[in-house]
């Protein structure tokens, strides 16, 4: 593992695997970015089961870390470390020769996360995705985690949500695929559902998995969905 920075804050950095496989049979390049509802007490290491799973399947890992609440991230600063968090893996890529495909995986508010900087991608796989963030902040989402770090509310700032909300910036103009859980506790389905109908509506290029798991077991590479994921992947 090595560890690349893009920034001076502590947590301003991206650990970097790549695959024990021959360079030219690496498929390209994963970036990683975690969700915990903004909070500090959640991190990259979320993430740590499909950093294995995608060096085991010949990927190179870039894995995201960047300022949540409490230690120096608010909005947008949290949108433009992920941004530059990008930036820098996609140079390490391209330096390793792995820039041929480059995709972005993010869960929770990191499916928020990689659906706004979309366009940065080749492609994007959202995981239980926090697709509008005023509705989150209406719903009470994460224990009040909308009250909690934005610290005001859709009325009183609603270029700041709006901004956070994947289902206002669409469409997004980038192959995307989002899997949420039928069953998931965390993040209601029907997130996901209006924000895939919206995006169809708009002309978007998405595809949208239902599966029967919670808002973690989506993170969990022994899920078999995960076969079909890697399919989607190499198309």
Known sequence: MQILTYGADSTQFVQWFEPICSKDQVKGTI???????????????LMDPLVDYFLQNDWAVANVEYRRADCGGDWPTILHDVEA???????????????????????????????????LMDAVVALAPVTD??????????????QAFFQRSPAKAPECFLSASPIAQLPLQTRTLVVHGSVDERVPVEYARDYCRQAVFMGDEISYWEERLTHREVIDPNQPFWDRVQLWLLQ
Do not use: P
């Not at 495909?101 to 659906?115: E, N, P």
């Open 31 to 45: 970036v990683l970015v975690h969700g915990g509802f903004w909070r500090k007490s959640y991190d990259l290491h």
């Open 133 to 146: 963030v005023i509705r989150a902040y209406n719903d009470h989402l994460g224990e009040n985690a909308a």
């Open 85 to 119: 968090a990008m930036a820098c893996a996609k140079d390490q890529a391209l330096q390793q020769g792995y820039a041929h495909r480059v995709i972005s995986v993010g869960h929770s508010v990191g499916g928020q996360l990689v659906l706004l900087t979309a366009q």
